[in-house]
């Protein structure tokens, strides 16, 4: 398999060879990690078919292609912040894309493991107390940009999400974006999950239709549930296991 990798080149320097060889080892181990996750013994949503599962000439190129696709200014990686393209950022966008990188998803789109990550965010809130706090943290600044619910330049700011949402005016409570914009049901469709989530540029971003949010909420549901039926059967088999400790003690 290190053969197969094909990671050597002919030069006078001796400290290649060996560099190459832990480089191929590297790859060898990543697809071992690879097959083991499929297996589905550490999680059974990762499981995948043998028949289904990348070779490692595939892999091997997936690989490559995510290598030169990825962007250190992500900062996803320790040692990226120390690479020439984020030294040479300014201090503020410096600090915000590090900010970003820590809540950014691994999957494109909406899926079960970004919607744990999503659950278990600052931004979802289950509680009435959680969506008070946010609210209480609501602020007027100067500069108005698009709200992140519905695209209108507002003016309101969610200091805790530090993000722009709009507030209601007067009577007008018939938006919600405050309350939309921390529920649930409506992940993956403000404009910053258009890049977060679905890898898409911002300014592509469109506020979503009715028929749109609706769609959203019944895939979020069916997310949710399997979650929690994970949640209960993790919960089954830990107290099942308490019992059969406590016969064998009996």
Not at 142 to 169: D, F, M, R
Not at 206 to 229: A, G, H, V, Y
Request: net charge positive.
């Amino acid at each position: 398999m290190i053969k197969n990798c094909g990671i050597r080149h002919i030069t006078w320097k001796y400290w290649h060879a060996p560099y190459l060889h832990a480089k191929a080892m590297g790859v060898i181990a990543a697809y071992d990690m690879y097959n083991e996750c499929c297996d589905g013994l550490l999680d059974p949503s990762w499981k995948v078919e043998k028949k289904d599962r990348m070779s490692f000439c595939i892999f091997r190129q997936t690989l490559g292609q995510q290598m030169l696709e990825y962007d250190p200014r992500k900062r996803c990686y320790p040692g990226d912040d120390q690479m020439r393209v984020c030294t040479q950022q300014h201090k503020k966008r410096r600090a915000s894309s590090k900010s970003s990188s820590a809540d950014a998803f691994v999957d494109d789109g909406l899926s079960v493991s970004n919607v744990k990550k999503a659950r278990a965010s600052d931004r979802i809130c289950e509680t009435l107390d959680e969506l008070n706090s946010h609210l209480m943290s609501f602020d007027r600044g100067t500069n108005s940009k698009a709200c992140e619910v519905c695209g209108k330049k507002t003016l309101w700011k969610c200091v805790k999400c530090n993000k722009y949402i709009c507030a209601p005016s007067g009577r007008n409570w018939k938006e919600g974006c405050m309350v939309n914009f921390h529920n649930i049901s409506f992940f993956g469709l403000t404009r910053s999950d258009n890049a977060d989530v679905h890898k898409k540029k911002t300014c592509d971003w469109t506020p979503p239709t009715q028929s749109l949010i609706s769609r959203n909420k019944r895939r979020i549901r069916s997310f949710c549930e399997d979650i929690d039926k994970e949640k209960n059967g993790a919960g089954n088999d830990n107290d099942s296991e308490d019992e059969e400790d406590e016969d064998e003690r009996d």
